[in-house]
């Protein structure tokens, strides 16, 4: 069974960094497309970032230049470095991966960007 544990949200000020950890079981993780989503209140979920097995990745326009999206597949790992944020990034952030038996989805780790 497919498992995604996400990590390392907070509270951060305007301005501030968060790396968010999802460490991933269950699957063949190095060949697999890993996703973060997120999802404010009130608000549909929506993608922030993507990296392929191979390391290519796509950033929705408001994160880019801000976040970054990367892997370490000897850890079955997939991380987001979070700069200079904005309260508009305030959220529940999700890491997601679809291997052939279907799409799965971690419990989410809350991210609360105020002053």
């Known amino acids: 069974q497919v498992q995604l544990v996400e990590s390392g949200g907070g509270l951060v000020q305007p301005g501030g960094s968060l790396r968010l950890s999802c460490a991933a079981s269950?699957?063949?993780?190095?060949?697999?497309?890993m996703d973060w989503y997120r999802q404010a209140p009130g608000k549909q979920r929506e993608l922030v970032a993507q990296?392929?097995?191979?390391?290519?990745?796509n950033y929705a326009d408001s994160v880019k230049g801000r976040f970054t999206i990367s892997r370490d597949n000897a850890k079955n790992t997939v991380y987001l470095q979070m700069n200079n944020l904005e309260p508009e990034d305030t959220a529940v952030y999700y890491c997601?991966?679809?291997?052939?038996?279907?799409?799965?989805w971690g419990q989410g780790t809350q991210v609360t960007v105020s002053s």
């Open positions: 997601t991966t679809t291997d052939p038996r279907g799409r799965y």
């Open positions: 269950g699957t063949i993780f190095s060949i697999y497309i």
């Open positions: 990296v392929t097995g191979g390391g290519s990745t």
